[in-house]
């Protein structure tokens, strides 16, 4: 009997040592997951950032043609514009260039 017995504490040893690898597997392959869903979270705030960024960035952009386009709708502004510019001038006058710095 005593055989028996020592069997069965032998089988029941390595039937709790199988089950104690299996449970580290499991619990390594949870954790590599976990990890993984830790750092796509990371990566893709980061890409929230950079894309946040960028539409503060049109967003200011936008504003800024906008309000081109409301002056340019405006004659007085477009004339104002092209004599500034492009040194139009109005009847007779003439344009005279100055040295600039």
Do not use: C, H, W
């Amino acid at each position: 009997m005593a055989t028996k017995t020592k069997k069965k504490k032998k089988m029941n040893s390595i039937v709790s040592k199988l089950i104690s690898i299996a449970l580290i597997v499991a619990a390594i392959a949870i954790l590599s997951g976990v990890l993984q869903k830790i750092y796509n979270l990371f990566t893709l705030q980061q890409q929230a950032r950079v894309v946040e960024a960028e539409l503060e960035a049109l967003k200011d952009e936008n504003a800024s043609l906008t309000s081109t386009k409301e002056k340019l709708e405006d004659p007085d502004y477009v004339q104002t514009y092209a004599r500034g510019e492009y040194m139009f001038s109005k009847g007779d006058e003439k344009v005279f260039y100055l040295p600039g710095d």
